[in-house]
């Protein structure tokens, strides 16, 4: 794997949907890289943050989505397999975010904690 800079940083983050994928993120001083199992390039998010979780779920298909919680301001952002994000304004969160997936009504479901609050966002799936 490539650095980009000296101080890039590597994480592998696994599948939350099975434990047996796997996508590589490089944390580099101003962006975050999203790498597949074949190190292959997916997408990469500019963004400052310095103490992050990311989330990687991977529903089959085209349908992987992606989580990244900035835990300092504890903001979370959810992105889809190009890296789009599919919200627009951050969602407060404190804890690791869940994702479901109802087939049968074909949405996506998020499940976003903070505080004694538990929020859920519905998306088309």
């Known amino acids: 794997l490539d650095r980009s800079e000296d101080t890039s940083n590597f994480i592998l983050c696994p599948n939350c949907v099975t434990g047996h994928q796997y996508v590589i993120v490089r944390q580099d001083t101003d962006k975050i890289t999203v790498i597949d199992e074949a190190r292959?390039?997916?997408f990469e998010l500019?963004?400052?943050a310095q103490n992050w979780l990311l989330q990687y779920y991977d529903?089959?298909?085209n349908h992987q989505f992606y989580i990244l919680t900035d835990m300092d301001r504890q903001l979370a952002y959810l992105y889809d397999h190009t890296g789009r994000l599919l919200h627009h304004i951050p969602w407060r969160n404190g804890h690791e975010v869940s994702l479901l997936v109802s087939a049968s009504e074909k949405q996506l479901?998020?499940?976003v904690g903070f505080e004694t609050i538990l929020s859920k966002y519905t998306?088309?799936?």
Do not use: S
Request: glycine share 14%; proline share 7%; no cysteine.
């Open 59 to 61: 529903f089959g298909g």
């Open 40 to 42: 292959k390039l997916l």
């Open 109 to 111: 479901q998020v499940y």
């Open 123 to 125: 998306f088309p799936y």
């Open 46 to 48: 500019q963004h400052q």
